[in-house]
């Protein structure tokens, strides 16, 4: 092999290295690419999933704040029916008592 066929083989190896190079260069630039794209994709699809979530546990929270609502409106109201009914048969008497009370002060002083 002469200097000059070496000197050529070098030079055709350069040039297949720096070929090689640009390549995996190009490789790389759209790897990198897809990447940037899946990346975007799994993010917009775990906002949509999280804000899914979000408004499931919301509208779990409003369904059973209302029902707990519910419950205690109605045992408000069973307590003060309770309560009415106790106090309706107590109120002649307590008419009558402070009637009494007023009368035998006022009248028959």
Do not use: P
């Not at 307590?79 to 028959?108: M, P």
């Amino acid at each position: 092999m002469t200097l000059q066929n070496v000197i050529n083989s070098i030079s055709s190896a350069e040039l297949q290295a720096e070929e090689k190079i640009r390549i995996a260069s190009l490789k790389a630039k759209e790897v990198q690419l897809a990447a940037e794209v899946e990346c975007e994709r799994i993010k917009d699809k775990t906002s949509d999933e999280c804000k899914a979530t979000v408004k499931r546990i919301m509208k779990n929270a409003e369904v059973a704040a209302n029902t707990k609502c519910s419950q205690t409106l109605n045992q408000g109201a069973k307590q003060a029916a309770a309560f009415e009914k106790a106090c309706r048969g107590r109120i002649d008497d307590a008419v009558d008592f402070i009637c009494g009370r007023l009368i035998s002060k006022y009248v028959d002083s």
